[in-house]
Each structure stands twice: as C-alpha cells, then as structure tokens.
C-alpha cells in the first residue's frame, strides 16, 4: 500500500511539474517575441485564461522568470516585463562569465578524454539546430520555438563544461549565469545571427582540449570575448 501511495503522489507531482513547464515556455515565448514592450504589467489571471490554465502554473512561471531577469517583481503592484539590460550590466555579465568560464574549463579539462566526446555529441546538436536556424532564416522566418531551442543547445555546450568540472558549487553558478545570458540575448537580440560563428568557436574550445587545460581554457576566453563583442554591436544597433 505504501508503495502505490507513493506511487501515485510521485506520479502527480510529476504531472504539475509539467504542466509548469509548459507554461514557463509558453510564457517564455511570448516575452521572446518582442511584441510586448518593457514595463508592460503581467497580469497572472489574464495569462491563465490566455493559456486555459488555473493560476498557479503561471505564477511559479513567473517566479521562476523573476530569477532570469525578464521580468520584475514591484510590491502589491505584481509582475512587468524587464526594462532592457544597461551597458554596465552588459559588462559586468561578460566578466563573470570570463572568470567562471575559463576556470571552469580548465578544470574539466583535467579529463579531457571524458570531456571530449561528450563535448563532440554537444556540438553535433548545436550545428543541427545551426542548420535549421540558417534555413528558417533563408526564408525570412525564424520561429520564437527555434530560437529558444537554439539557445537551449548553445549552452548546453558551455553547461557540459561545467557539468565536467564535478564541483556542485560550479554547477549552481552555471544555472546563474545562464539565466543571465539568456535575459542578455532577449534584451540585445542577439545569439543566432552569430550561430556559425559560436560553432566555430565552439569547436575550437574542443581541438584545444589536445593541449591541456591552460590553452582549452584560452580558447573559451577567445570564444567569450569575441561573443561580448557581437553583443556590443547588437546592442548599439
């Protein structure tokens, strides 16, 4: 009998953990499209009914979007969408991923024999979804879904890295500054016109893992300095 209870609250827990997943994205995907502007008031109960969903859902969505910096919580007042990132923010996001990056890598790169090929399978997803972006792209139509799969895969190479590390302590800043990065490209747009260039530099941190942690390690600072510097760009335009 314990057993099936067990069984059963696992399985609704499951089922509620999915569903607020699903809004997450959906609620993702509408602040990925640009059609709302900054500072616009989220309304939970309007989305809920938007999405057929009771409010809970949307309100962990939301809470969990909190972190990420795409939306702002105000006291008594509710949920906004973000204003745009700042410059110094901008900044700031790329020296911290310098320092956690580089270091990082340089201990996953420690077992570069283990690293390698995980790393290779990494980038086999990055340029299939490279592939699809450039075709959507040709065609004058780059669905809000592709994007965010593309951004998906793009950091899963870096996620891997730090996966690689073994350090709990590493991992957990990894999720940090993911959500920053992805608050980053939704503030800049920026992150999939430079798709070929990041697969190129992606593959580059893989060939220097051969020559020891200091130059795998370099080869991520080049990939993180030349990705700051497009976002410069994008973000001037």
Do not use: C
Not at 35 to 50: K, M, N, V, Y
Not at 135 to 141: K, P, T
Not at 186 to 194: F, K, L, R, W, Y
């Amino acid at each position: 009998m314990a057993d099936t209870i067990f069984s059963i609250g696992a399985s609704t827990s499951l089922e509620r953990r999915g569903l607020r997943d699903r809004v997450y994205d959906l609620v993702l995907d509408m602040l990925m499209s640009s059609q709302i502007e900054p500072g616009t008031r989220l309304s939970i109960d309007a989305i809920a009914r938007d999405l057929s969903v009771s409010p809970t859902p949307v309100r962990e969505a939301l809470v969990q979007l909190e972190r990420t910096g795409l939306v702002t919580r105000e006291a008594h007042k509710g949920y906004r969408v973000a204003p745009p990132i700042a410059d110094g923010q901008l900044e700031s996001l790329f020296d911290a991923r310098l320092v956690l990056e580089t270091g990082a890598t340089a201990l996953a790169a420690r077992e570069a024999d283990v690293l390698t090929p995980v790393l290779e399978h990494a980038l086999d997803e990055h340029i299939a979804v490279t592939k699809r972006v450039r075709a959507a792209h040709s065609h004058g139509d780059m669905p809000v879904d592709l994007i965010r799969e593309y951004f998906a895969v793009d950091w899963n190479f870096h996620h891997q890295i730090f996966e690689g590390t073994h350090n709990a302590f590493l991992i957990d800043m990894s999720e940090a500054i993911s959500t920053r990065v992805h608050r980053m490209r939704q503030t800049v747009m920026t992150g999939v016109s430079d798709a070929d260039e990041a697969v190129a530099e992606h593959r580059a941190i893989i060939e220097a893992l051969a020559d020891g942690p200091e130059a795998a390690a370099q080869a991520m600072r080049d990939h993180v300095e030349k990705v700051r510097e497009r976002s410069r760009r994008d973000a001037s335009r």
